[in-house]
């Protein structure tokens, strides 16, 4: 096996199509194919599953790839020290519920580690689908929060996808409103006092169960209610209907502004957010230094 069928698989992986890496790597699809073949041959293994509808990993392909990116990128980490040859383009994805110090956090990595050429992917998705993303290494990292209502279905999905939780930070739930919400003068709102407003929440889709909420308390009804699919349209429906989210208080004027403020809500809850990603895999260079970032964009605050 070469370093250059690794380079094969890792681009088929990334593309999701072989005839689509076979383009990015200016080499026929038969000879892609068979390169591909020789490998798994070679090991015995099946790494990538074959149908009508295109490829995807198998689980063994998953374990193979984790492996292929770490020889990958020492490799060329060898080559950049000792013959200054050109880096490839850097590869990094992450999935995440919709938290604006994972933007931050993404902006950061962009900034202080981002080289002339690269391919990265920020997904703002729904809960199910970002364990699903790290499982079949669509993305090296997923962020999320479990807490009492939901860690037994959350923790039983890691484990059968062979994934782990790692802690960030754990938040008292907050409101976030506008900052034009009568509900903006108080130091803390009650339960109650949030009936006469829209309720706005992110929508889960095809896994709508309130395990896989975005917002805690999602058991509670409520007489006005808006489901949403991202973030701005949240953040501007908090302003033009007066409306609330539950979230986790973290928010920051650099990319947000400061029409949306974070108001402690007076509960018992807690919300622990973590990272996601899959057991005993080394993480990339990238991956790493957007832990860092994520350190960073949550450093200061206090529940």
């Not at 193979?64 to 990128?73: I, M, N, T």
């Not at 020290?81 to 850097?90: G, V």
Request: one cysteine or more; proline letters at 3%.
């Amino acid at each position: 096996m070469t370093l250059q069928q690794l380079k094969y698989v890792i681009e088929v992986a990334n593309r999701g199509s072989m005839n689509e890496a076979a383009k990015r790597l200016f080499i026929s699809q038969p000879s892609l194919s068979n390169a591909i073949r020789d490998v798994e041959e070679k090991y015995r293994i099946t790494i990538f599953e074959r149908t009508n509808k295109g490829i995807s990993l198998t689980v063994e392909g998953v374990e193979f790839l984790s492996y292929a990116r770490q020889v990958v990128e020492q490799a060329e980490l060898l080559e950049n020290r000792y013959l200054n040859a050109k880096p490839s383009p850097q590869h990094f994805s992450v999935s995440t519920q919709h938290y604006a110090f994972a933007v931050n956090a993404f902006v950061k990595l962009v900034q202080e580690h981002g080289q002339d050429e690269y391919e990265l992917a920020l997904r703002e998705t729904k809960t199910y689908e970002i364990i699903e993303d790290v499982k079949s290494q669509r993305s090296e990292i997923g962020i999320l929060y479990v807490n009492e209502f939901n860690s037994k279905v959350i923790n039983k999905l890691l484990k059968d996808a062979g994934l782990q939780f790692h802690s960030l930070f754990t938040a008292r739930p907050h409101i976030f409103i506008s900052i034009h919400n009568p509900l903006a003068k108080q130091s803390v709102v009650t339960i109650d006092q949030l009936n006469e407003y829209p309720y706005l929440s992110f929508e889960q889709g095809e896994y709508n169960s309130f395990h896989f909420s975005e917002e805690i308390l999602s058991t509670l009804s409520h007489s006005k209610s808006i489901r949403v699919n991202d973030r701005a349209t949240l953040f501007n429906l908090l302003i033009g209907l007066n409306g609330y989210t539950i979230s986790t208080g973290v928010l920051t004027s650099d990319l947000n502004g400061n029409e949306i403020i974070p108001v402690p809500l007076d509960c018992d809850e807690t919300i622990e957010v973590g990272w996601i990603s899959r057991k005993n895999a080394s993480l990339t260079l990238l991956a790493s230094a957007y832990i860092d970032a994520l350190h960073q964009s949550i450093a200061g605050y206090s529940s």
